[in-house]
């Protein structure tokens, strides 16, 4: 893994998309590496209309359903400890990608969380992720870290 991206889910839709190309037109794809998805989606809405794949450039994707929440919220879900190993075994299973990108539909709390944590698993500086007054869900951060550290 050479890189970890947080985007929200319109910039994480551009991405992916700037790896299409007509069917024997490769090298018409804006972009070329080998990338795998984390996308976290709300629950409350079941999701946001739309999934991602994998494909020839995209290796895996793995979708969570939890809320942007750090305390039980009646109707919401909150980030649980089997997303967090689903989280933990996802960057595992992917860790040979170039690319690791994170979503969550503003790309400022919960997938800024995770992203974080990727960085910190895979040894990639994280200094980025806090730069521009970005928040991470500190509730799905510390989970993360402690079922990380708890292996």
Do not use: W
Request: aromatic share 12%; net charge negative.
């Amino acid at each position: 893994m050479k890189r970890i991206l947080v985007k929200s889910v319109f910039d994480a839709f551009d991405y992916v998309m700037e790896h299409y190309y007509p069917a024997g037109m490769e090298e018409f794809a804006e972009r070329t590496d080998s990338y795998a998805v984390i996308s976290i989606q709300d629950s409350h809405t079941e999701g946001f209309g739309f999934r991602f794949f994998p494909s020839s450039s995209c290796r895996d994707v793995l979708t969570l359903l939890f809320d942007d929440i750090d305390r039980p919220v009646e109707g919401a879900v909150m980030f649980s400890e089997d997303q967090a190993d689903q989280i933990i075994s996802f960057i595992e299973r992917n860790i040979d990608v170039e690319t690791l990108l994170v979503h969550c539909y503003g790309g400022q709390s919960r997938s800024l969380a995770v992203g974080i944590f990727a960085a910190e698993m895979t040894g990639i500086g994280d200094e980025q992720y806090f730069t521009h007054g970005r928040n991470p869900n500190s509730q799905v951060l510390e989970l993360l870290r402690a079922k990380y550290r708890g292996k």
